[in-house]
């Protein structure tokens, strides 16, 4: 089945970026319960907007999260010491988002996380910046994989972000992205696939039609976890939907229950 990683807290949302400020515990805690409640298999937390106390904010966010989550924590943040601190307040295996291959980054990364308890999100970024064709995106992947075996995490932990990037600036980028999905499944089934998605459809108008059009395509391709809104109901119901059409709902038994439960509709 898709996993979904609920991205809703995250201090660039401006309700979100409120409470934290307050210190509003019901607000998060409630956001939280209904991201779960509408089936987020993960709870991304980044508190990278506040700009400064970044450590301060994921440490309330998280203890503040911690005593209602039923799912894993998504830890989301550039900076390492940030993720250190948090991987030390959780209680149950935490996701961490993320270590790419920008050098800096990298080595502190690799060598945090030799040995831990966790799953990683491993962006296709380097010191070079965004990958420019689907080689590059599998180039880097390859050796993200490479790298992490080598510390003797398991292909099942690992989740590949290829970086969606908009079709606005070229219309490429869709084929670049499900180019490399594919080729990434072929050589190592066992490797997750996730990543934000709303990119694709930056600086478009009707941008809900293009994110639920490409996941589809996406998953088609292999991608098998998102980062987005779980609130969304159209994208939940797209999800379901295709992940039926691609064998993975057995007995059609999720699909049945979503549109008993009224999200699924024509
Ligand atoms: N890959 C990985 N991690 C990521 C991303 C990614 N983490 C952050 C981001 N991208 C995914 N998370 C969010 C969270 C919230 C929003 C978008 C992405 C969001 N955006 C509003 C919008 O698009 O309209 C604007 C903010 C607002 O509500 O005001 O809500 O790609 N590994």
């Known amino acids: ?34 991201q779960q409640d509408a089936g987020a298999g993960f709870i991304d937390v980044n508190a990278g907007a506040g700009i400064g106390h970044e450590m301060e904010d994921m440490k309330w966010l998280i203890e503040t999260i911690q005593p209602i989550a039923r799912v894993p924590l998504c830890l989301d943040s550039p900076d390492p010491a940030v993720l250190e601190m948090a991987y030390g307040m959780v209680d149950q295996p935490p ?77 490429c980028k869709g084929n670049m992205a499900l180019g490399a999905v594919r080729e990434i499944k072929t050589l190592f089934p066992q490797v997750h696939i996730t990543g934000g998605l709303s990119n694709i459809s930056y600086g478009l108008p009707q941008r809900k039609i293009i994110n639920q059009t490409f996941i589809t395509l996406m998953m088609g391709a292999g991608m098998d976890s998102a980062i987005l809104d779980p609130l969304d109901e159209r994208i939940m119901a797209t999800i379901k939907t295709a992940d039926m059409l691609l064998a993975h709902d057995d007995y059609c038994m999720a699909f049945l229950k979503g549109v008993r439960s009224g999200l699924i509709t024509s």
């Open 95 to 171: 996701m961490i988002n993320s270590i790419s291959l920008e050098k800096e980054r990298f080595d502190v990364m690799i060598r945090f996380l030799k040995g831990k308890a966790c799953r990683i999100i491993a962006l296709c970024m380097d010191d070079s910046g965004m990958p420019v064709s689907s080689d590059d995106i599998v180039r880097r992947a390859e050796k993200l994989v490479f790298e992490l075996e080598a510390i003797g995490m398991k292909k099942d932990d690992i989740y590949i972000d290829p970086l969606v990037q908009p079709i606005s600036t070229d219309t």
């Open 1 to 34: 089945m898709f996993r979904i990683i609920g991205e809703r807290i995250n201090t660039s949302r401006k309700q979100v970026q409120t409470a934290v400020i307050e210190r509003n515990t019901g607000y998060i805690r409630m956001d939280v319960q209904q």
